[in-house]
């Protein structure tokens, strides 16, 4: 499992996933920055993103920590 924040632009988050694809391909979970309050400035307090990515994680989990390979947003 691969996790990118919402710092990184589409093409970044691309390039990423060929490169970790080229190795092993992996479910790659990355940051849903239209889930950000309007006008909010940076990333989102620790306990949200935690959470964002749980619910996110959970709901994507295939067996006992398997997920397939794929982008999934939190």
Do not use: H
């Not at 996790?3 to 092993?24: L, M, S």
């Not at 920055?33 to 400035?41: N, W």
């Amino acid at each position: 499992m691969v996790i990118i924040g919402g710092g990184f632009p589409p093409e970044e988050v691309q390039a990423i996933r060929t490169a970790v694809d080229g190795v092993k391909p992996l479910a790659c979970f990355y940051a849903d920055r239209s889930k950000a309050p309007p006008g909010a400035t940076g990333p989102p307090p620790p306990d949200v993103i935690k959470q964002r990515l749980m619910e996110s994680i959970n709901a994507e989990e295939k067996g006992e920590g398997e997920w397939v390979p794929g982008l999934y947003m939190f």
